[in-house]
């Protein structure tokens, strides 16, 4: 836990607040189902409660996630949530529990927070939305020392608060770039992640911020716009189904059926295609203002899985997506 916090806080620990099995379970009255926060989903348990120094905190249980898996990834997780908590497009983390077999994260939880469901949102929250989530990415790629690149981006790990903000969660699988560099080579093998991988990661195992960028724009040109969210939950399951042993039937390894149907939707996002023949059509009759943002958001997806030497940084991203909604005046 101490390694993940000094290395990711670039040599200095960040102070974060260690709570005891007893604490978490009188918080959460024994993690009882009057404290779970069903708005919330799986892979995670999540829990609301108070005591005498917060009002109110929402308490992350991993018992359904953590069974078998590597510890250090939930040490990853707490040490980059502890360096972004800050911003407004992250959970704040107020502690952590490493009492239980299974560790537990507290985070401040004054506001309610809600899974994201693509087809409940109109078109102008799906713009919102995308940008707090290119905020957010960029934030980790340029706020400290070395960047921090995300890699698991599905709409599975990002929350909504009660005013609408986006917020981005779980940090397990996170990679820090060295100093001087532009890329890393990770072991593939010993992930098994569920996202949307570029070639350069799949064949090499070579991650950088370009990696993000890619998983981006896969992202919202195939959920924002065409309202495939539901593709990973398809091939994944999806829903909760935990076994005798508390752990989960899913399987996260991007197998090749998962890819294959990826690339047919990648295949229709480069496609000269009318937006009317592919947007989501949850999103209801698209008026001619929508149509026309929706025709510069495909445009910046197409970027940001396009060539490599085309591809804009994060920040470039966040800023169009800005730039886009503001020159339509919605």
Not at 32 to 57: C, D
Not at 59 to 85: H, K, P
Not at 178 to 194: H, K, N, Q, S
């Amino acid at each position: 836990m101490l390694e993940e916090l000094i290395e990711f806080g670039h040599g200095k620990s960040n102070p974060i607040k260690f709570f005891s099995a007893d604490e978490i379970l009188k918080t959460t009255n024994n993690f009882s189902a009057s404290n779970r926060v069903s708005r919330l989903f799986y892979p995670f348990k999540w829990y609301s409660g108070e005591n005498e120094n917060h009002p109110m905190i929402l308490i992350r249980n991993g018992i359904s996630w953590w069974n078998g898996r590597r510890v250090d990834l939930v040490c990853r997780d707490i040490a980059v949530s502890s360096m972004v908590s800050g911003h407004k497009n992250f959970l704040k983390l107020v502690g952590c529990c490493l009492e239980s077999q299974f560790p537990d994260l507290v985070y401040h939880g004054v506001k309610k927070h809600f899974k994201l469901e693509i087809s409940e949102q109109p078109w102008k929250r799906r713009m919102k939305i995308a940008e707090d989530i290119a905020t957010a990415l960029a934030y980790l790629h340029t706020a400290f020392p070395r960047p921090l690149v995300y890699r698991i981006l599905s709409h599975w790990n990002i929350l909504l608060d009660e005013d609408g903000v986006a917020k981005l969660t779980d940090f397990s699988h996170c990679v820090s770039i060295p100093e001087g560099e532009t890329f890393v080579r990770v072991d593939r093998a010993a992930e098994g992640l569920y996202s949307f991988l570029d070639d350069n990661y799949l064949s090499s195992g070579v991650v950088s911020e370009k990696t993000d960028v890619f998983a981006f724009g896969m992202f919202i040109g195939l959920t924002f716009l065409l309202g495939s969210e539901d593709f990973l939950e398809h091939h994944l399951g999806g829903e909760e189904e935990e076994s005798e042993g508390g752990g989960s039937d899913i399987d996260y390894e991007f197998d090749s059926k998962m890819k294959r149907h990826a690339r047919n939707l990648l295949s229709t996002l480069k496609e000269d295609r009318r937006i009317e023949e592919i947007a989501d059509p949850e999103m209801g009759q698209i008026s001619e203002e929508e149509r026309c943002q929706m025709k510069a958001f495909l445009k910046l997806s197409r970027r940001c899985i396009g060539p490599g030497e085309e591809v804009p940084t994060m920040v470039e991203v966040a800023k169009e997506l800005k730039k886009i909604q503001r020159s339509l005046n919605i």
